[in-house]
C-alpha cells in the first residue's frame, strides 16, 4: 500500500507541474490563438488537398481554375502561417483531421459533373467555416501579428467562399 501511494503521489506531482506548465505557456502565448493556428493549419493543409484533388478531377474549366487557385492560395497562406507559428512558438496541425481525410476520400471517388457538384458544394461548407474562424481571430485573437494576418487573410477567404457559391450555384 506504501508503495502504491508512494506511485500515486509522483503521479500527481507530475500531472500538477505537466497541468502547470500548460496553463503557464497559455497565458503566455494566448490559448485561444493556439486553438487558431491549430484549426486554420489544419484547414488550409485539407485546402490544399482538396485542391489538388479538383485539379485532376473537375470537369468544368472554371471549377479547375478555382481548384488550382486553392492550392496555390492556400499553400501561400499555410507558408505565412507556419513562419508566424514558428517564430510565436505555437504549434501546427501535423496532417489532416479524421473529417478533413474523409471528405477528400468522398470528393476524390466522383467524377463529372457529380465532381464539381460535390467539390464546390465542399468548398463553400470549408470556406464559411474558415471565414467564421479567421474573423473572429481578426476580432478577439490575443497575440497581435496573429490578428493582423487574419484580418489580412479573410478578404481572400470571403473571395474563395463567393466564387465557390457562384460555381456551386451554376451546377444545380
Same mark, same amino acid.
Given at each position: 500500500?506504501?508503495?502504491?501511494?508512494?506511485?500515486?503521489?509522483?503521479?500527481?506531482?507530475?500531472?500538477?507541474?505537466?497541468?502547470?506548465?500548460?496553463?503557464?505557456?497559455?497565458?503566455?502565448?494566448?490559448?485561444?490563438?493556439?486553438?487558431?493556428?491549430?484549426?486554420?493549419?489544419?484547414?488550409?493543409?485539407?485546402?490544399?488537398?482538396?485542391?489538388?484533388?479538383?485539379?485532376?478531377?473537375?470537369?468544368?474549366?472554371?471549377?479547375?481554375?478555382?481548384?488550382?487557385?486553392?492550392?496555390?492560395?492556400?499553400?501561400?497562406?499555410?507558408? %505565412? !502561417? *507556419? #513562419?508566424? @507559428?514558428?517564430?510565436?512558438?505555437? =504549434?501546427?496541425? $501535423?496532417? /489532416?483531421?479524421?473529417?478533413?481525410?474523409?471528405?477528400?476520400?468522398?470528393?476524390?471517388?466522383?467524377?463529372?459533373?457529380?465532381?464539381?457538384?460535390?467539390?464546390?458544394?465542399?468548398?463553400?461548407?470549408?470556406?464559411?467555416?474558415?471565414?467564421?474562424?479567421?474573423?473572429?481571430?481578426?476580432?478577439?485573437?490575443?497575440?497581435? %501579428? !496573429? *490578428? #493582423?494576418? @487574419?484580418?489580412?487573410?479573410?478578404? =481572400?477567404?470571403? $473571395?474563395? /467562399?463567393?466564387?465557390?457559391?457562384?460555381?456551386?450555384?451554376?451546377?444545380?
Amino acid at each position: 500500500m506504501t508503495r502504491y501511494r508512494c506511485i500515486l503521489g509522483a503521479l500527481i506531482s507530475v500531472c500538477c507541474m505537466v497541468g502547470h506548465g500548460a496553463f503557464v505557456k497559455g497565458q503566455g502565448s494566448g490559448s485561444s490563438d493556439q486553438a487558431f493556428v491549430t484549426k486554420a493549419s489544419e484547414s488550409g493543409m485539407a485546402e490544399v488537398e482538396l485542391g489538388k484533388i479538383g485539379s485532376a478531377h473537375a470537369m468544368n474549366a472554371d471549377v479547375r481554375k478555382f481548384a488550382e487557385r486553392m492550392v496555390s492560395d492556400h499553400a501561400k497562406a499555410n507558408d %505565412e !502561417l *507556419k #513562419a508566424i @507559428a514558428r517564430q510565436k512558438n505555437f =504549434t501546427i496541425a $501535423e496532417g /489532416l483531421k479524421k473529417e478533413h481525410k474523409e471528405a477528400a476520400s468522398r470528393v476524390g471517388k466522383l467524377q463529372g459533373e457529380q465532381f464539381d457538384r460535390e467539390f464546390t458544394a465542399q468548398m463553400v461548407k470549408d470556406h464559411e467555416a474558415a471565414v467564421e474562424l479567421f474573423s473572429n481571430e481578426a476580432q478577439s485573437g490575443q497575440d497581435s %501579428e !496573429l *490578428k #493582423a494576418w @487574419a484580418a489580412k487573410t479573410l478578404p =481572400t477567404l470571403r $473571395e474563395h /467562399l463567393r466564387l465557390a457559391k457562384s460555381l456551386s450555384g451554376n451546377r444545380r
